[in-house]
């Protein structure tokens, strides 16, 4: 009887402490957020994330969400792969319908003294400084139809969490991270496609 006692008030107890936050996935600045969920017991945190894609110098994508999120999701995080990078900034918050703001643009970095290599094209052997806190080699495989592209670069924890990720067989990623300098040896690779990035990003912060 006790026992039933003490679950039936854990259960209420988890139900009165049930976060609830915006939830709005990839969408433009401009755009209001106005949908709402309520967040698993596990992810009590309201966040709004920002990610923006860099390529030859140039801004060439700039997209907000606002979920519930785990402590692990919230901050910034990058991956840089030579001739483009994309970078996540995550806000977070503890209060009913707290992340009304969107995520803030990411920070400048500076080199850290980790190198990796990155492809430029048709090799991988170029020497890539990564900044910030991308401590980590990363090798990436696209699979885009009949297309196949490598890039290597620099990473931040948070990239490197998801090892594989699927999406419905039309874009299929391999992903695997290493620490020590240049531990994501060269190797020939295709044409990158910088347009590839932000949808495999996303995939890795939103799954």
């Known amino acids: ?66 979920f519930c999120a785990s402590t692990e999701e919230c901050g910034e995080a990058s991956v840089n792969f030579g001739t483009s990078q994309t970078m996540v900034t995550s806000k977070c918050c503890t209060s009913n319908l707290c992340n009304t703001q969107p995520a803030p643009e990411p920070s400048k970095s500076n080199p850290n003294g980790k190198m990796c290599f990155y492809c430029d094209g048709q090799k991988c ?44 067989g039309a874009l299929a990623t391999e992903i695997s991270c290493c620490q020590g300098n240049f531990c994501n040896s060269a190797s020939s690779t295709s044409a990158g496609l910088l347009l590839l990035l932000a949808p495999l990003v996303s995939l890795v912060m939103l799954s």
């Open 125 to 168: 052997n170029n020497t890539l400084n990564c900044e910030g806190n991308q401590d980590y080699c990363i090798s990436t495989t696209v699979n885009a139809k009949e297309l196949k592209v490598t890039l290597k670069g620099c990473a931040s924890k948070i990239m490197c969490s998801k090892q594989t990720t699927q999406t419905g």
């Open 1 to 66: 009887m006790h026992l039933l006692t003490l679950m039936f008030g854990v259960v209420l107890l988890s139900k009165a402490h049930t976060l609830k936050c915006y939830q709005c996935l990839l969408v433009t600045a401009s755009k209001n957020c106005t949908e709402t969920t309520e967040c698993p017991f596990q992810a009590q945190q309201c966040a709004a994330m920002r990610i923006t894609s860099y390529g030859g110098g140039l801004k060439v994508l700039d997209e907000n969400s606002k």
